[in-house]
């Protein structure tokens, strides 16, 4: 009887350190996942303000200008996707 309350305390020991490793883990997961969400609010802001300014110029006929907008937005897209998919 000893030997298995001994087996099932170390078990309990064992859950409480996989409890406060995954703890730690889940707390710089939303430090790097904020950081990571603080740059993609700089290319969003940006995104938009370039876009802004090629409308008002109606410049929007350059197919570079068109390649990055769209590069750009494909990349935030992946970025808020990658976080929401870490999230669930």
Do not use: C, P
Request: charge should be negative.
């Amino acid at each position: 009887m000893t030997d298995t309350l001994e087996r099932i305390q170390n078990a309990v020991e064992d859950l409480k350190q996989q409890r406060d490793e995954l703890h730690l883990q889940m707390h710089l997961f939303k430090a790097e996942a904020k950081d990571e969400w603080g740059e993609l609010e700089k290319q969003l802001i940006s995104l938009e303000s370039r876009l802004k300014t090629a409308s008002d110029k109606a410049v929007i006929t350059s197919k570079e200008v068109v390649t990055t907008l769209g590069v750009i937005t494909k990349e935030v897209g992946d970025a808020y996707r990658r976080i929401r998919d870490r999230l669930h």
